[in-house]
């Protein structure tokens, strides 16, 4: 963990930006910032035994940190520059190990107690306007104030994350806001292309007319399983990804539904291949190739039931027959939920929500976990197969326009697909200031 006074200095730093500048309505600048500091923790649960990559079965209490600073600039017409520095600190329960829905959704980008700083995104988005009138577009994070017409075409290249272009849900997308369960705030069967800390390099093309988009992009993949190392062999390791969406209203109220398409090609290695050379003790490791393909499918659908309430619900399918490398290790997925804000007792900044997701593997990934077999976040040296399941509850407290204080508990059930260990229950205090 930090230290007090340097955590306290960095708290600062939000605020100290805002009282020296702030972009105008007319300013080609956009500069924003946030900080989250979460705690999490869970008391002891049932486990006969454990492996290298189980969930601690004893008390445990862990704190991560973050802070980001957005730096955008509108340069040409329709050309728009983006740099966020991030600097970072603390660890998530059992060094994110255990589970495969881990519960702190900002853990992934954090590699080390001790606090470090680096470059999260550096991306130019050109933006083509097509026929049709122009909307303005407020300023915030990553998106200097514009006008854009609802039918156009947008180029987004450089060092970003997947998932800010891709599987965006209203009511389950952000961390740092909404849930925080990694199976909740993402598409899980998605081994989408990244680094240890959830960013990497590639562009995207976005086309947009009226209640349809379609969006392709190709990124780079690391070198090794969830290493900050990306593979610059881009002919052998690269990830592709394809996405279409429609909006719509169902009784007057605003919802979507995207289908979504991966292919990844990694440096890969075989469940099955690992066991038939050794089925006593698998290391999947040992038959990494280059070129190895895993390809999947996610459905992604939300809607709102009133202006004070909405739905939303994600699937998610993968072929499993290569390791899993670079988000968690889970070939199916379903996760739903709902969230609202507290209008019905005049808190309407307040939002409540709560989130189901049920993961699981396919025949090869089983098989080779219970062989005794790890992957790179699960494995307890045997395995009695179950879907992890995992319950999400949180209550957000808004502070006015600048954050929220948000409650959590999370109920996870077969930890790591393996029905001899847990139930656990997970407990959360999450703050999160932004400008």
């Given at each position: 963990m930090m230290k007090r006074p340097?955590?306290?200095?960095?708290?600062?730093?939000?605020?100290?930006?805002?009282?020296?500048?702030q972009a105008g309505p007319d300013s080609p600048w956009s500069l924003h910032a946030q900080l989250t500091y979460q705690l999490q923790g869970h008391g002891g649960f049932n486990a006969p035994y454990a492996g290298d990559n189980s969930l601690q079965d004893r008390r445990e209490v862990r704190g991560s940190y973050t802070t980001t600073f957005f730096i955008g600039r509108r340069l040409w017409e329709g050309a728009e520059l983006y740099a966020n520095a991030e600097a970072f600190a603390g660890a998530g329960v059992s060094r994110v190990l255990g589970l495969a829905a881990p519960p702190n959704g900002e853990t992934y980008r954090v590699d080390s107690p001790t606090l470090k700083v680096g470059l999260a995104r550096l991306f130019l988005r050109q933006t083509w306007n097509l026929d049709g009138p122009l909307e303005a577009v407020e300023d915030g994070p990553n998106q200097a104030a514009t006008r854009q017409s609802r039918r156009r075409v947008a180029l987004t290249a450089g060092k970003l994350s997947g998932t800010d272009i891709f599987d965006g849900n209203t009511y389950s997308h952000d961390a740092r806001t909404q849930f925080n369960n990694w199976s909740l705030w993402a598409n899980a069967a998605w081994d989408y292309p990244a680094d240890t800390r959830g960013y990497t390099w590639g562009l995207a093309l976005e086309w947009l007319h009226d209640d349809w988009a379609l969006r392709a992009g190709s990124l780079m993949?690391?070198?090794?399983?969830n290493q900050l190392e990306l593979d610059h062999e881009v002919r052998h390791a690269h990830g592709e990804?394809?996405?279409?969406?429609?909006?719509?209203?169902?009784?007057?109220?605003?919802?979507?539904?995207?289908?979504?398409?991966?292919?990844?090609?990694?440096?890969?290695?075989s469940y099955r291949e690992a066991l038939a050379l050794a089925p006593a003790a698998p290391d999947v490791t040992a038959t990494r190739a280059p070129g190895r393909v895993k390809h999947g499918f996610g459905l992604n659908a939300e809607q709102a039931v009133t202006p004070d309430l909405g739905l939303f619900l994600r699937a998610g399918w993968n072929d499993g027959r290569t390791e899993s490398w670079a988000f968690t290790e889970v070939e199916r997925t379903l996760s739903m939920g709902l969230s609202a804000n507290a209008r019905a007792w005049g808190r309407s900044a307040d939002r409540a929500g709560l989130g189901f997701a049920a993961n699981g593997l396919n025949r090869d990934h089983r098989d080779y976990l219970a062989a005794g077999g790890y992957g790179f976040m699960v494995g307890d040296g045997r395995l009695a197969y179950a879907a992890e399941r995992v319950l999400d509850v949180y209550y957000a407290v808004a502070l006015g326009a600048f954050g929220s204080l948000s409650l959590e508990a999370q109920r996870f059930e077969n930890l790591a697909f393996n029905h001899d260990r847990g139930p656990a229950t997970l407990y959360g205090l999450r703050l999160h200031l932004q400008l």
């Open positions: 340097r955590l306290l200095a960095l708290l600062c730093l939000p605020a100290a930006l805002a009282a020296q500048s993949e690391p070198k090794e399983a990804v394809i996405e279409l969406e429609h909006d719509h209203e169902l009784g007057g109220q605003k919802g979507a539904l995207r289908l979504l398409a991966f292919q990844n090609h990694a440096r890969m290695g």
